[in-house]
């Protein structure tokens, strides 16, 4: 066991007190999701404390997929979380499990709880049972079937589970108190009707186990030590004990809670998501803009930043918002050691070197990345006609502006100080040409007299340069809170995604691969999507360079 791990969090510190005490000899931990959407950087947080904590005290964490509803789950989404966890860096080894796996033994308990009398069957609808539940402050009312026989509560049960009624029609409920103050404990539902063909099971079964009814004992099937779980399903805890309690189980799993992750300026849940996703409004799950973990691949994310970001956030026992800006300081810290620099001109402005010799290139080496004294550099071509940024220059340059306006000298990157001389416009005054001359005394950026201009432009060679197509990305939503105020359509941006369709990129950029990430000088990262063609790629910003975090910090001390 490491120190780190015991120094850690308050998980960390009950697996770690659970070892010393010998209360386990083995952690065994698992990540259950529900395969009923895409993954979300939410799931993150949970699947870097499952696997994080097997991994540091030498235990294991099973992926288990919490399939019992086969209305909403898909082999598009268990083939994606399975994907997403790899990615992550995680590995489940022989643990796959399934929630369907343990089908045949949730129904035997079942009939045994009847059997004790801890269990029947209810002909009342979802709404009477639901209506009948009571509130947070007033008690439910006992359902008139509650008190059948142990004979006809097997005998319903067992013809539910034949095939003999209609969806709906009848459910299987714990008898445990309706007047409980805690409403899970108010004969929740363990099986209903549903006539439906399950991914894993086909049609095998016609009554399908509750999530409540199936979960804690899927876990003591397993052997689950230390079974985390947000704290939505603290409640819900009772519950369990009490099916643990009831049961031949063969083992106890103990419950422990800690907050979900929330971000600020979008939705971390599957529904919301899905919504986004059916209605268009988004290119997919894995939109750029998406918290989804194929969304963040997509985008650029590493999933070392990922995973820093988990470490970085923690675990509480409150709610909290995490400002996004912290998600993007993790992911840029990454790329800044790791990806190699190039350079892209996003919105060109044509530069003429008008006293460079026509036909002429020369080329100069470019760091790969300043960060990694391990990389070295690549040759970038130089010529007379250049692109540089548009935003670059101004004709009339306001105060502090210190890159490219008429007479004034900067520096081009790797190459030359070079001096704006003319201005050309087209019929409407749109500038479209910049004519410059170069000094050739200052071959490689510096001048022999000491000169110093206060700017250095990025550029591309325009006869080398290859297109590209450049989406950049804002946030999603514009609210912080999205849907706070009611209208989580509202909220959406409606600037999340600006596409670039005359990006220029140097050459040594034209052979990066799909889910290639690079950074563009003075411009951010960024990563190829798969909608690139051999004719042009086409890439997403995934982080600008300027680091916003910082600022957040700032102001919340
Ligand atoms: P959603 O609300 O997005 O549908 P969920 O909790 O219903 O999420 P599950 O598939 O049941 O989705 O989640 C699998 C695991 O991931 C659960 O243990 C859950 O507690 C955890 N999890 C889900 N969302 C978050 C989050 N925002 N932060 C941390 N853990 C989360
Ligand atoms: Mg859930």
Same mark, same amino acid.
């Given at each position: 066991?490491?120190? &780190?791990?015991?120094?850690?969090?308050?998980?960390?510190?009950?697996?770690?007190d659970?070892?010393?005490?010998?209360?386990?000899?083995?952690?065994?931990?698992?990540?259950?999701? &529900?395969?009923?959407?895409?993954?979300?950087?939410?799931?993150?947080?949970?699947?870097?404390?499952?696997?994080?904590?097997?991994?540091?005290?030498?235990?294991?964490c099973?992926?288990?997929?919490?399939?019992?509803?086969?209305?909403?789950?898909?082999?598009?989404?268990?083939?994606?979380?399975?994907?997403?966890?790899?990615?992550?860096?995680?590995?489940?080894?022989?643990?796959?499990?399934?929630?369907?796996?343990?089908?045949?033994?949730?129904?035997?308990?079942?009939?045994?709880l009847?059997?004790?009398?801890?269990?029947?069957?209810?002909?009342?609808?979802?709404?009477?049972?639901?209506?009948?539940?009571?509130?947070?402050?007033?008690?439910?009312?006992?359902?008139?079937?509650?008190?059948?026989s142990?004979?006809?509560?097997?005998?319903?049960?067992?013809?539910?589970?034949?095939?003999?009624?209609?969806?709906?029609?009848?459910v299987?409920?714990?008898?445990?108190?309706?007047?409980?103050?805690?409403?899970?404990?108010?004969?929740?539902?363990m099986?209903?009707?549903l006539?439906?063909? %399950?991914?894993?099971?086909?049609?095998?079964?016609?009554?399908?186990?509750?999530?409540?009814?199936?979960?804690?004992?899927s876990?003591?099937?397993?052997?689950?030590? %230390?079974?985390?779980?947000?704290?939505?399903?603290?409640? %819900?805890?009772?519950?369990?004990?009490?099916?643990?309690?009831?049961?031949?189980?063969?083992?106890?799993?103990?419950?422990?809670?800690?907050?979900?992750?929330?971000?600020?300026?979008?939705?971390?849940?599957?529904?919301?998501?899905?919504?986004?996703?059916?209605?268009?409004?988004?290119?997919?799950?894995?939109?750029?803009?998406?918290?989804?973990?194929?969304?963040m691949?997509?985008?650029?994310?590493?999933?070392?930043?990922?995973?820093?970001?988990?470490?970085?956030i923690?675990?509480?026992?409150?709610?909290?918002?995490?400002?996004y800006?912290?998600?993007?300081?993790?992911?840029? *810290?990454?790329?800044?050691?790791t990806?190699?620099?190039?350079?892209?001109?996003?919105?060109?402005?044509?530069?003429?070197?008008?006293?460079?010799?026509?036909?002429?290139?020369?080329?100069?080496?470019?760091?790969?990345?300043?960060?990694?004294?391990?990389?070295?550099? %690549?040759?970038?071509?130089?010529?007379?006609?250049?692109?540089?940024?548009?935003?670059?220059?101004?004709?009339?340059?306001?105060?502090?502006?210190?890159?490219?306006?008429?007479?004034?000298?900067?520096?081009?990157?790797?190459?030359?100080?070079?001096?704006?001389?003319?201005?050309?416009?087209?019929?409407?005054? &749109?500038?479209?040409?910049?004519?410059?001359?170069?000094?050739?005394?200052?071959?490689?950026?510096?001048?022999?007299?000491?000169?110093?201009?206060?700017?250095?432009?990025?550029?591309?060679?325009?006869?080398?340069?290859?297109?590209?197509?450049?989406?950049?990305?804002?946030?999603?939503?514009?609210?912080?809170?999205p849907?706070?105020?009611?209208?989580?359509?509202?909220?959406?941006?409606?600037?999340?995604?600006?596409?670039?369709?005359?990006?220029w990129?140097?050459?040594?950029?034209?052979?990066?691969?799909?889910?290639?990430?690079?950074?563009?000088?003075?411009?951010?990262?960024?990563?190829?999507?798969?909608?690139?063609?051999?004719?042009?790629?086409?890439?997403?910003?995934?982080?600008?360079?300027? *680091?916003?975090?910082?600022?957040?910090?700032?102001?919340?001390?």
């Open positions: 066991m490491s120190t &780190e791990a015991a120094a850690g969090d308050f998980i960390r510190e009950i697996v770690a659970d070892l010393r005490a010998g209360r386990h000899r083995t952690v065994v931990t698992r990540f259950p999701p &529900e395969p009923n959407g895409y993954l979300h950087v939410g799931h993150a947080k949970s699947i870097c404390l499952n696997f994080g904590i097997a991994q540091e005290f030498g235990g294991r099973h992926l288990r997929f919490d399939d019992t509803n086969p209305l909403k789950e898909e082999q598009e989404y268990i083939d994606s979380i399975k994907e997403d966890v790899r990615w992550l860096g995680f590995d489940w080894g022989e643990h796959l499990y399934n929630a369907s796996d343990y089908f045949g033994r949730l129904y035997e308990w079942a009939e045994l009847i059997g004790k009398g801890l269990a029947y069957v209810d002909d009342q609808s979802a709404d009477q049972i639901r209506e009948s539940r009571g509130t947070l402050t007033e008690g439910g009312r006992e359902s008139p079937f509650r008190n059948r142990v004979e006809e509560n097997l005998d319903l049960f067992r013809r539910m589970r034949a095939g003999e009624f209609p969806d709906g029609a009848r299987a409920r714990a008898k445990i108190d309706m007047a409980s103050p805690n409403i899970n404990l108010r004969d929740p539902v099986y209903r009707i006539h439906a063909r %399950h991914p894993m099971t086909g049609d095998q079964w016609c009554i399908y186990p509750s999530y409540d009814y199936a979960h804690g004992q876990d003591a099937i397993e052997g689950i030590t %230390h079974s985390l779980c947000t704290l939505e399903f603290e409640d %819900h805890r009772p519950l369990y004990d009490w099916f643990i309690e009831h049961l031949p189980v063969p083992a106890r799993p103990r419950q422990y809670e800690f907050a979900r992750l929330n971000l600020t300026h979008t939705v971390l849940s599957k529904r919301l998501l899905l919504q986004l996703v059916k209605e268009g409004r988004v290119r997919g799950w894995d939109d750029p803009r998406m918290p989804t973990l194929s969304g691949r997509r985008r650029g994310f590493p999933p070392e930043g990922i995973r820093e970001f988990a470490r970085m923690g675990l509480a026992k409150r709610e909290s918002v995490v400002d800006a912290a998600l993007e300081h993790s992911a840029r *810290d990454h790329l800044n050691r990806v190699t620099r190039r350079m892209a001109v996003l919105r060109p402005i044509k530069v003429v070197l008008t006293n460079y010799p026509d036909g002429q290139v020369e080329e100069f080496a470019a760091v790969d990345n300043p960060e990694d004294p391990g990389t070295g550099t %690549h040759p970038v071509p130089f010529s007379r006609v250049l692109y540089i940024e548009r935003d670059d220059f101004r004709e009339e340059p306001p105060k502090k502006f210190y890159r490219l306006a008429p007479g004034r000298e900067v520096r081009l990157r790797y190459a030359y100080l070079v001096t704006c001389r003319e201005v050309i416009k087209d019929a409407s005054g &749109e500038v479209v040409e910049l004519r410059c001359t170069y000094d050739p005394a200052t071959r490689g950026g510096t001048a022999p007299d000491g000169r110093s201009p206060k700017a250095t432009l990025h550029w591309v060679s325009a006869a080398h340069a290859r297109p590209a197509e450049v989406r950049l990305y804002e946030h999603l939503f514009t609210n912080p809170y849907g706070a105020e009611g209208d989580l359509i509202a909220d959406l941006n409606p600037r999340s995604e600006e596409v670039l369709t005359s990006a990129i140097e050459p040594g950029a034209a052979g990066l691969a799909v889910g290639a990430r690079v950074q563009f000088e003075r411009l951010g990262y960024f990563c190829v999507d798969p909608d690139s063609r051999a004719d042009g790629l086409v890439f997403n910003r995934t982080v600008t360079l300027r *680091d916003t975090w910082a600022k957040v910090q700032a102001r919340e001390r």
